[in-house]
């Protein structure tokens, strides 16, 4: 089968290999009909993930036809089922899943022990994700292996298309669950840092969730225009054009924002000798993520609001403004999404028509222009948002 | 198969600890880390790579921040040139120290400063050679830099002695010494469920992964079977020495055993409804020779790892009948997340304990 390979940093190439196989008994085999380039993807394609290697199938926002099932699936998923698949692989059984911390499952990570040096305990596998995250292929390919499948993916209702449920394999619930750590109040207003696809849905579930205003902090004049048009951002800012301390505290009467999400994570883009700083610390591997955002989120938050944390971060940061956190009372919460919480509850809004997740779609490939794909996306051109491959 | 309604049994000489048969040999483990293995007798590179690393960044950073300074130290012109080769070597100082502090195996990067000081004697060998420095203190650099080369030398030699696993960078024929492992976990399963399925010692290979097969041959006696390189089985006789129902259960190896060893693992209900909390304690003292240098490789360069491991898959089996595999993870060495071309060697299986009689995983 076709699938896009990681050759090396900022080399993607759509390589012959293996069809996958069953490996364990609740396993099924999608023959994937949609697959989407994911902003985290990026930070593999920029090489700021580690235990990559030559030829590692990415991928982790997918969906498609059930071709072949496991012994142990029973009568939960058939041949034919048409499926969106959820971009952390858990299992179900162990005491994290069992409290629906889905991104946490104990079992799931065959390589839990490289996860283990660095994160201290190890989190669960995740499709195309490094080998320190399982070493699972990832599902940009033309067909996809995929475990514990009677938990994880979720049966699409007849008659939604693959562009209308694609995104519920993580970015939808990714900017759902961000909203959501914020524990919104009537009168809220809502920061987002970083107005790429997370973001927008971030902004999007601000408002099913009950925000009164939600302000959008980018730097590309169209990603702030699709956060209004799009997503429904009450204001927007970009950061190149005015201070982002000055204006949010102009948009909220001084207080600064009851909730910041930071939807941006570890290659933070800034600007003077801090944002030198980290480039050069990171250049250097003394520290491996960029905190920008979420410096500035955290300054920037009123006094008890909560900082919300969907970025992804992959080591250590410095200059942690700590003390304000401490000092102002700040809630900091975060995680991995534990997509399998959300689905369903999104596939209904989906269907009420509450959100239509497909505005952020721009362009639409062939898996065969991965490359070009990956390429467009990191560079911003041609306004790239969203990357969709059909295979 | 001993069940959870059987009285407590216990053996002759077993009222003692498990770990009471040495006779106080062994050192007193309380409040250290559990997470480390003791290798008596070992000393290896480790410690003066560590000692390399934080030499590499506080060099790393003088060159940054003071490269004025520096520069008349070792007697070369502070110019502009010198000033920005001394920040590039300043740069890659820190990335060398960080990789050496950071990485698990340093012995590439310990390897990278060997690399570095050869850079450097070319850069003093042409400041030597230059008008404008001061000889004897390029000289006094110099002599300094060999130095600390020698030391990168003998430090990245014995990191890829044990990487190599021949275990302290002795000579083969050497003893290892004693190696103490203890790892623990919990597992979403009653103290009952995991006792019974480890008590039945044929079940161990299921989820260890050096072990071949394990043989009970009668209610306290069982024959161990292990992988050793190259397509090679090391086998001994074990004994139980006690087994508490639900609780711990204790064995070591006889007395004729070639590779003398103990275990014991203690089951522990988890708070609430968490499951069950399980320590391994093993013990082994690998003999001299080649068969030593086998056993060294068999039970890995870092065993509490392996132990560990072997733990996860106790944990899988137990909650979710099997071992979990990736891409990646079926084959023995590190390999592209990419479907096998080769048929996969062990079809999906439904083990014994977690599955009930419908064959549906628990």
Known sequence: MKAACWMNKRDVRVEEVPDPKILNSRDAIIRVTSTAICGSDLHLYNGFIPTMEKGDILGHEFMGEVVETGPGLKNKLKVGDRVVVPFPIACGNCTMCQRDLFSCCENSNPNAYIAEKLFGHSPAGLFGYSHMLGGYAGGQAEYARVPFADIGPLKVPDGMTDEQVLFLSDILPTGYMGAEMCNIKRGDIVAVWGAGPVGQFAIASAYLLGAEKVIAIDRFPYRLRMAKEGAGAAETINYEEVSVQEALKEMTGGRGPDACIDAVGMEAHGHGPVYAYDRVKQAMMLESDRPIALREAILACRSGGTVSVIGVYGGLIDKFPMGAIVNRSLTLRSGQTHVHRYMRPLLEHIQRGDIDPTFIITHRLQLDDASEGYSMFSNKQDECMKVVLKT | ?362
Do not use: C
Request: charged residues 25%; hydrophobic residues 35%.
């Open chain 2, 1 to 362: 198969m001993t069940t959870a309604t059987q009285p407590e049994r216990q053996y002759s000489g077993s009222t003692r600890e498990p770990w009471d048969d040495t006779g106080g040999e062994m050192p007193a483990r309380n409040g250290r880390e559990t997470d480390r293995t003791e290798r008596e007798g070992s000393e290896d590179g480790e410690g003066l790579a560590r000692a390399l690393g934080w030499f590499s960044i506080g060099l790393g950073l003088t060159q940054i921040i003071a490269p004025r300074g520096l520069a008349r130290m070792i007697g070369v012109r502070d110019d502009e040139d010198n000033r920005n080769t001394m920040l590039a070597i300043g740069l890659r100082e820190l990335a060398t120290g960080v990789g050496i502090l950071s990485r698990p195996r340093p012995a590439g990067w310990v390897w990278g400063r060997v690399g570095g000081d050869a850079m450097d004697l070319a850069l003093l060998g042409t400041a030597m050679k230059s008008q404008n420095s001061d000889k004897s203190r390029v000289t006094a650099a110099t002599a300094a830099v060999v130095g600390v080369t020698i030391l990168d030398i003998i430090a990245g030699q014995r990191l890829t002695h044990n990487s190599l696993g021949n275990g302290s960078g002795s000579a083969p024929g050497a003893k290892t010494g004693i190696t103490h492992v203890k790892q623990l976990i919990t597992v979403n399963r009653s103290p009952e469920e995991v006792y019974t399925f480890w008590r039945d010692f044929e079940n161990l290979p299921l989820f260890m992964e050096h072990l071949e097969s394990v043989r009970v041959t009668d209610d306290r006696r069982s024959r161990w079977k292990a992988k050793a390189p190259a397509g090679s089985t090391v086998e001994w006789e074990a004994e139980i020495t006690e087994d508490r129902p639900n609780e711990l259960i204790a064995w070591r190896s006889v007395e004729d055993a070639d590779v003398p060893n103990s275990g014991s693992v203690r089951f522990t209900p988890a708070p609430g409804d968490g499951g069950t909390e399980i320590m391994v304690e093993l013990r082994y003292d690998p003999p001299g020779g080649k068969l030593g240098a086998m056993v060294a490789k068999l039970f890995g360069e870092e065993p509490n790892q392996q132990v560990k491991g072997d733990l996860r898959r106790f944990k899988q089996v137990m909650e979710l009948g099997e071992v979990v595999r990736s891409d990646a993870s079926i084959h023995r060495t590190m390999h592209p997340a990419q479907p096998s071309k080769k048929p996969v060697s062990q079809p999906p299986r439904i083990n014994g304990a977690p599955v009930n009689a419908e064959g549906e995983i628990l």
